[in-house]
């Protein structure tokens, strides 16, 4: 997965997942982490705008997981739930649900293929829209945990958000299947050109 590889659309590479990857332990150190993506994005005349969304995309999964370790502590799973536990899956698993149809709807919107800048910045606010829709399951999760003061809501939430992000990430094979649709649409440029190149 780290590896670079040869898009089959042309002749630029794919960077792969490690640069994005070899910062993200990071995370787990209070304020280094906002240290380091405030660097990445002064440094955005070298980095390619792929390794930066990748960056971004991995801190919101590691941060679900960061929030399941401190529900852990609070809501052991030994402990019988304090609430009518009812409604409140029912509310976490239709937001959820709600919050996916969110994502999908983020996936059909159209690129902007008048320019490559646009065409890359156009990709990035796509996926933005995705993680902030995907990232609601887990928040509406994370809501119910403590309604019921359990853990079980925020797994629920935690599912769903990672099926949202799941279909969201800017893997190399996602980018080819929007190249594609971009072809078909009848746009000429290559998103794979605008976004592993270097950030414009």
Not at 8 to 20: E, I, S
Not at 129 to 139: P, Q, V
Request: with cysteine.
């Amino acid at each position: 997965m780290g590896e670079p590889s040869t898009s089959a659309l042309g002749t630029t590479q794919d960077p792969g997942w490690r640069p994005a990857l070899s910062g993200l332990l990071l995370l787990f150190v209070p304020f280094v982490h906002l240290v380091r993506m405030r660097a990445l994005r002064k440094d955005d005349a070298s980095t390619p705008s792929i390794t930066q969304l990748r960056s971004v995309f991995l801190s919101f999964g590691a941060s679900n997981a960061l929030f399941l370790v401190v529900l852990l502590f609070i809501f052991p799973s030994d402990e019988p739930a304090q609430a009518s536990t009812g409604a409140v899956a029912a509310g976490v698993v239709g937001l959820g649900i709600v919050a996916l149809g969110g994502v999908w709807w983020a996936r059909r919107l159209p690129l902007d293929c008048s320019g490559a800048s646009e065409l890359a910045r156009s990709y990035s606010t796509w996926m933005f829209l995705g993680i902030a829709f995907a990232e609601s399951a887990a928040l509406f999760g994370f809501v119910g945990s403590f309604l019921v003061e359990a853990l079980w809501p925020y797994l629920i939430g935690l599912v769903l958000a990672a099926i949202g992000l799941a279909s969201i990430a800017p893997t190399r094979g996602d980018i080819e299947r929007r190249e594609a649709t971009l072809r078909a649409s009848g746009c000429d440029r290559s998103l794979a050109a605008a976004i592993y190149g270097q950030a414009e």
